[in-house]
């Protein structure tokens, strides 16, 4: 078995996790050694396993799962288990999933409509530690990194600027801001200019669209 790549498959489905054992099988290079249908069914199966030797050198893991999603999985997973490799393999392409999945310690982030020839590709990539994305997942991420600094800038905006751009959501202008703030029309177009800046977005009305995303504007 030391001379095998072991592999854990995680899928709430039964008939894509049968499928990939069974194709995996067919290899001699490949052994799997465990399933499970959830993230948190996965982390109990690998805390209870008695031998090293009997842990996966690399996770298959499913997205969208009950219990417990991939994402919450991989990070679970990596803090008892740091030396392990996880592939996201899953249907979904989303910016903030991608993202998501990465920054949680998945090596590599796989669509299931790959090839048999890819998925291989992908699962020697990752035992060796390198990651291996097709082009539209690897421009999904940077989207996904690109909108999580903007997040982040925006958790670093002060509680004047939050103030005056859920003003500007509600469609007022710089001369009722600076009535309602007490403050100089100068001082709300420098607040504006320094939140078009921190948000990345051209103009107010795609400021006040930003604030409705967050939910920091209810009307």
Known sequence: MSDRIKVMLVDDHDMVRMGLK?????DPIYDVIGEASNGQEAVDYLKSVQSEDLLPDIILMDLMMPIMNGVEATRAVLEHFPQMKIIILTSF???????????????????KTVSAEELIYAL?????GMPVMTKDVSQSLTRGIRQR???????????????????????????????????????????????????????????????????????
């Open 124 to 128: 020697q990539g990752a035992f060796r």
């Open 22 to 26: 069974t194709y995996l099988l067919v």
């Open 93 to 111: 392409l989303e910016d903030e999933l991608v993202a998501g999945a990465i920054e949680a310690g998945a090596v590599s982030y796989v669509l």
């Open 149 to 219: 600094t903007i997040q982040g800038d925006h958790e670093g905006m002060t509680e004047r600027e939050k103030e005056v751009l859920l003003l500007v959501a509600e469609g007022k202008s710089n001369k009722d801001i600076a009535e309602e703030l007490h403050i100089s029309i100068k001082t709300v177009k420098t607040h504006v200019s320094n939140l078009l800046m921190k948000c990345e977005v051209d103009d107010r009305t795609q400021l006040a669209i930003y604030a409705h995303r967050k939910g920091w504007v209810t009307v």
